[in-house]
């Protein structure tokens, strides 16, 4: 059973600042770490699929980087701004998984005015 | 719009009814999962289907769940005498290759009384 875990569960940010938050997972069966946001009322938004050890990838003011040695992943949100209100959830898929998603319990990120 | 689709977007019934839950993916996508998020959780793995054949089956699932996708387009879950416990939204995704991005639709809203 794969454990992925997100911190923290929630967290209030001032408009125009920056914030990160972070997703661990079992080093030892990885195959794919995914990033999704979720707006209330919509569906969940892809948001990256990162494979490798030292992956980075960069969505407008948003960025993940990736350690599948130490098992964990990073989002950034830089300049954060109120529609980036949302939960945003990681999802492990592990070697023996079929691409079946392991998901967090999310970070809920609150951007105030 | 060419996403994925659910329907309906929310039900209410009574315990102990059944009901039935449709899913239409991309077009293109081979792939299809059904998962559940209960709130404050992530969303939890629940099927699979590759075209028509169901690969996978959480042990969520008990015997009163039954997934089709009998053309490897759009797939269908239903829940026999529901109970309160199944009260939840209900996700569909679909996606392409593997470790491909999976595309969420909006999820179905079940509420039992």
């Known amino acids: ?113 | 719009d060419t996403g994925v689709s659910q329907d309906p977007r929310h039900k209410i019934t009574k315990r102990g009814q059944n009901v039935t839950f449709r899913c239409d993916p991309i077009s293109e996508h081979n792939r299809l999962y059904w998962y559940r998020q209960t709130l404050g959780q992530g969303p939890e793995f629940l099927t699979y289907f590759q075209n028509e054949a169901q690969l996978e089956k959480s042990r969520l699932l008990s015997d009163r769940f039954s997934a089709e996708r009998p053309k490897g387009s759009f797939s269908t879950l239903e829940i026999q005498r529901t109970e309160q416990g199944d009260s939840a939204m209900y996700l569909c995704a679909s996606s392409l290759a593997d470790p491909g991005l999976q595309y969420f639709g909006p999820g179905t809203r079940l509420l039992v009384l």
């Not at chain 1, 972070?22 to 990033?35: G, K």
């Not at chain 1, 350690?67 to 989002?75: A, D, F, H, P, Q």
Request: aromatic share 12%; with cysteine; hydrophobic share 30%.
């Open chain 1, 1 to 113: 059973i794969l454990n992925v875990e997100q911190s923290p569960q929630s967290l209030h940010v001032q408009e125009g600042d920056s914030t990160n938050f972070t997703c661990s997972f079992p080093s030892s069966n990885f195959y794919a770490l995914h990033w999704y946001r979720w707006e209330t009322a919509k569906s969940p938004e892809a948001l990256f699929v990162m494979t490798l050890n030292g992956d980075e990838k960069k969505k407008g003011r948003i960025s993940a980087t990736l350690n599948t040695k130490e098992g964990y992943s990073y989002l950034y949100i830089k300049g954060s701004q109120p529609e980036d209100s949302a939960t945003y959830l990681c999802a492990l898929t592990g070697q023996a998984a079929g691409n079946k998603l392991t998901f967090g319990g999310g970070t809920r990120v609150l951007v105030k005015p």
